[in-house]
C-alpha cells in the first residue's frame, strides 16, 4: 500500500514515499525487494517507477517468491556492516557511483528526467504556499529538501513541459530554485535527476517558456535556475573530478555560461561575478579572482547586503591567501565569518570557517586551525550541509573532541 498521509487528509505525498525518497536519494546501502504477488496501486507503482529513474537498478523489474524474497533479506542483514558510515560519505559515494558515470553534461538533463509520475488529480497551490512558507528560517538542508520534495510531487499533476499546464511554471520555477539551492549545499551534485544541475537545466526551460511581467526579478530570487547557476553546478562538479583535464574541461563549461549571462542578466552582477571569481581561482588566477570578489564587495557593500558583503569578504580574504598576503587575509577571514555569523548564514560562514582554518595553518597557528575546521565540521553535521563535509574536517572534529581543545 502506498500508505497514509504525511499531513493530514489533504497531503497527497505518504509516509511511506517520504521514507522510501530519503533513502533512495540520500543513503548508499538501500535495498529493495518485491514479493509475489506484487500489483500496486497507482500511486505506489509510479513512485517506484519514479526511483528507478534517479537511482537505475536499485528496484528489482520482478516480484519473486516469499522464500526467495526472505533469503535475499537474510544475506543483505548478514552482509550489512554493524557501523554504518556517516550520510555525508554515503551521499558523496552515490554522487562518485551514479552522477559521472553518465558521461560529460549533457544540456537536455532534466529534473526527474521529465517522469512525472502525479500522486494527486491537480496541484494544491494553497499546501505548496504553506511547505515553502514553512522553510523561513530552516537551517537543516535535509528538511528543506524533504519538505521541497513534497511540493515538487504536488506539482508533478502539472508537468513544466505540458503546455496546457503553463499557468504553474512561476511555481515550478520558484520550488525548482529551492531545491536547487538546497541540494548544493547537500552535495546532490553532478548527472542525477534529482540533482542541482537537473534542476537548473529545468530551471533554465521553465524560465525560457514564462511571463516574466508579472513575475519578481531581483537578485535573490533571480540567480537560481539562470547560466550562472549552472556555471556554479560545473564548478562545483570539476572540484570532485579526478584528472586536470576533465576539471579543466568542466571550468571551460562554466566559463561559457558565465560570459552568456553576464551578457544577459537585467540585474546587478555580483553573484555572477563571485562565481567567475572562483572559476578563475581554480584556474590558477588568483589576481583576476581577486579583481571580481573585490567588485562583488563593492557592489554588495553598496545595495547594503550584510550577508552578501560577509560572503564576499570571506572570497576576497581567499584570494589574498592564495597570492601570499597572510595577515591580510586572516583580517578579512576573520571578519566574513563574524559578519555571516551575526547574518545569519551557517551555509557560508561553515565555507569561511574553513578558509580560515587553512589561513591560520599556514601562518603557524594549528591548535586554531583545528578550532575553526572541527567547529564547521559540527555545524555542518546539525544541519546537514554535507557539501562542506571533507576528510579534513573529519580529522580536525575528532582531534578537537580527543583532546578537547
Known amino acids: 500500500m ?44 509510479g513512485l517506484l517507477e519514479m526511483v528507478r529513474t534517479l537511482r537505475p537498478g536499485i528496484v528489482p523489474e520482478k516480484a519473486q517468491s516469499e522464500s526467495v524474497v526472505l533469503d535475499g533479506i537474510k544475506r543483505a542483514l548478514a552482509e550489512t556492516p554493524r557501523r554504518r558510515h556517516p550520510w555525508a560519505i554515503s551521499v558523496k559515494k552515490l554522487v562518485g557511483e551514479l552522477a559521472f558515470r553518465r558521461g560529460d553534461p549533457k544540456p537536455d538533463i532534466q529534473f526527474f528526467d521529465k517522469v512525472f509520475r502525479p500522486v494527486s488529480d491537480k496541484p494544491d497551490r494553497d499546501h505548496i504556499r504553506v511547505l515553502l512558507d514553512g522553510l523561513a528560517g530552516e537551517k537543516s538542508i535535509e528538511k528543506r529538501l524533504t519538505r521541497t520534495w ?30 536547487s539551492s538546497a541540494a548544493a549545499w547537500y552535495g546532490l551534485h553532478g548527472h542525477l535527476y534529482a540533482g542541482r544541475l537537473a534542476a537548473v537545466n529545468s530551471q533554465i526551460s521553465i524560465r525560457e517558456r514564462m511571463d516574466w511581467r508579472a513575475e519578481r526579478h531581483d537578485s535573490e530570487h533571480y540567480i537560481q535556475g539562470t547560466k550562472g547557476a549552472r556555471a556554479s553546478e560545473y564548478y562545483s562538479m570539476a572540484k570532485l573530478l ?164
Not at 510531487?153 to 515550478?172: I, N, S, T, V
Not at 552582477?269 to 579572482?289: E, N, W
Not at 597557528?365 to 571533507?390: C, F, G, K, M, W
Open 242 to 405: 579526478p584528472s586536470q583535464s576533465q576539471r579543466a574541461h568542466y571550468l571551460q563549461l562554466a566559463e561559457r555560461d558565465l560570459e552568456d549571462a553576464l551578457h544577459s542578466i537585467q540585474d546587478e552582477p555580483s553573484g555572477y561575478l563571485a562565481i567567475r571569481g572562483h572559476v578563475r581561482l581554480m584556474q590558477g588566477d588568483a589576481r583576476k579572482a581577486l579583481a571580481d570578489f573585490e567588485e562583488v564587495r563593492r557592489l554588495r557593500e553598496a545595495a547594503g547586503d550584510v550577508k552578501g558583503f560577509g560572503e564576499s569578504l570571506a572570497d576576497v580574504g581567499l584570494a589574498h591567501m592564495r597570492l601570499g598576503n597572510l595577515p591580510l587575509a586572516l583580517k578579512l577571514l576573520r571578519e566574513g565569518v563574524t559578519n555571516l555569523e551575526d547574518g545569519g548564514s551557517p551555509t557560508f560562514a561553515i565555507r569561511a570557517k574553513k578558509r580560515l582554518a587553512q589561513a591560520l595553518l599556514l601562518s603557524g597557528h594549528p591548535i586554531q586551525a583545528v578550532r575553526h575546521l572541527s567547529a564547521a565540521h559540527e555545524t555542518a553535521l546539525e544541519n546537514h550541509i554535507y557539501d562542506q563535509i571533507t576528510p579534513a574536517t573529519n580529522v580536525a572534529y575528532r582531534i578537537a573532541k580527543a583532546i578537547r581543545i
Open 2 to 45: 502506498y500508505g497514509s498521509s504525511v499531513f493530514g487528509a489533504t497531503e497527497s505525498v505518504s509516509f511511506l514515499e517520504t521514507e522510501i525518497y530519503q533513502a533512495a536519494l540520500f543513503h548508499n546501502n538501500i535495498r529493495f525487494f518485491l514479493m509475489e504477488p506484487f500489483n500496486p496501486e497507482g500511486k505506489l507503482k
Open 150 to 179: 513534497i511540493a515538487l510531487r504536488e506539482l508533478c499533476a502539472a508537468p513544466y513541459d505540458a503546455p496546457k499546464f503553463a499557468e504553474y511554471l512561476p511555481l515550478w520555477n520558484e520550488v525548482l530554485g529551492v531545491w
